[in-house]
């Protein structure tokens, strides 16, 4: 076993590239950032696990998107809108700046081909957007750009100096080797974690770029709002909770689960489901809604017609699919708006920053999540973009090392031998977040026992537990699960309240006193403290 | 979860084995892909959406089934996704009829919208 993945001397590096800025993560924030920072004037690579196109969760899905017309009067009240539910922890100048940064590139999308749906006057309707062909332009234009693409090339390593930031290595999916990016900045960009819970897209989403940023030193903002669970019928991958506004939820005797219902009702369907099966049927509609359901999210009815149910006359079961901090808000912090973290040369974007700049504790769908993506991805090449060209020709030369904290196998073998280890990490960090009675009901007595847990798991790892895992990239995902999963709940104990999606039952109340973003961040040793100059405070509410 | 790569239709292109986020597929050179690791899959359809024959099948369900494979060439079913996108040749996307302002529109007359 050697401890980094990276070495110089090595004889398996496949590929070994030069850039300005490399991105690491193909999905809609890195597809952006790739783009502004290939229109800086920069060199750009796109690294991505899967395939930029449609790896992440948006491709294989559909999205609104947050894009309101730029008046005063409409920024104000789309801005108003969901502060409160997401406990006043959002920035109102971050909200102006993505607002104003959404309605552009949306339009660009427009100029693009994007074949937005007109409105009876001619009009486009810009609110919305189909995964498969949004993404399916977004890699156009990134090679448009002149952007270097690398699919199938998962990033597990980061390379650093004493200056910062200075690459990244990985493993080439289709043969096991070694690829090396020395580059002048790099923008993590790889996604959220849901935890292979096969939410739709999402078993990409690994927390992989939050272990990448805390190696660096970086810190992690709002990791306690990471407990999203989506509706999804129980044998589907689909997770498209918007139509579920117009169900009924029912016992399995035919009777109606009293209170529960998509939004605030979720609880509800979650406690039921701790003792008996629920079921669900769309028969809140009628048939004018029917027709331009199937037309919106095509996606949404395919489980149901390849089984031949009709979701708006038959009740199907139903679970809550955890997402985690997918449709959570928490991740890498970024300190100012080039979403720069605070190690030189490493940027943050999409779901792997944190989102609560905008939302706060609490996200309800992916408007914002989208909006998000394709702005702090902007924001981000564009600032990362500029660093590098500023660093000069050199940088490429620097001597860099890789900083992983968790130990690699030195031999290379791209089958699944040995995989037994990282399945049982696997089950055993999933048995930690999935259950209702830890990770959404929270309360001291299930969380700090579930910690204690996942910092054994943990320290098995860092003691080499994976180490001789001969598929690299499975055993440093499953490392970043476990250190996502500690991240969360160090901060969900830290947050003695509840707020946004953040719910402890020991403390039903939301308490002016934890008024604040929390940042978390260290490996072996978790530190959890406020972050300091809270700007608005107007909304307080005690 | 992927269930089928139909050795009768498939033109062994390879864009499945590019286009799949999990990396599920393995491909000798000219040959009709294999489902190599289909514990990987994800179920997202993309294979499907992707592959330019209609050679895919992917099951609603996230477990493995048992399929047969003349009943669902019969059937029609496969193709039905990227037919509904307007995918392939001499047809439109679909994008251009999402109706979800439609969604919208309603839910943003509901309380606490």
Known sequence: MSKHLYNKAIKETEREADADVLVIGGGPSGAWAAITAAAKGARVILVDKGYCGTSGATAPSGTGVWYINPTPEEQEAAMKSREAMGGYLADRKWMLSVLNRTFSNVNLLDSWGYPFPLNDSGGKHRKSLQGPEYMRLMRKQVKKAGVTIWDHSPALELLKDEHGIGGAAGVVSATGNQWVVKAGAVIIASGGCAFLSKALGCNVLTGDGYLLAAEAGASLSGMEFSNAYAIAPVFSSVTKTAFYTWASFYHEDGTIVEGAGSQKGRSVIARTLQTEPVYARLDKTNEDMQKWMRKAQPNFFLPFDRLGINPFTDKFPITLRLEGTVRGTGGIHILNEKCETAIPGLYAAGDAATRQLICGGFTGGGSHNAAWAMSSGSFAGEAAGEYALNLGQNAAHRNVTGISSTPFTSKTDKNHQNNQVVKEVIKDVQAEVTPFEINLFRNVKNLKPSLQRLDSIWNDIRSGKLADVSNRVKARESAAMTATARWMYSSALERKETRGMHKRTDYKEQNPDFHYRLLTGGLDHICTRPEQNLLHREGVKG | ?113
């Open chain 2, 1 to 113: 979860m992927i269930e089928l790569i139909s050795e009768s239709k498939c033109i062994s292109c390879g864009l499945c084995v590019s286009v799949c986020p999990t990396n599920v597929f393995e491909q000798k050179k000219g040959e009709v892909p294999v489902i190599s690791r289909k514990d990987d899959c994800q179920t997202c359809f993309m294979c499907e959406v992707y592959c330019p024959v209609d050679a895919m099948y992917v099951s609603p369900n996230i477990e493995e089934e048992v399929i047969d494979e003349n009943q669902i060439v019969q059937s029609g079913i496969m193709g039905s996704y990227r037919k509904e996108l307007g995918w392939g040749k001499g047809r439109s996307s679909s994008a251009a009829l999402d109706a979800s302002y439609k969604m919208f529109r309603l839910m943003s007359k509901l309380p606490g919208h």
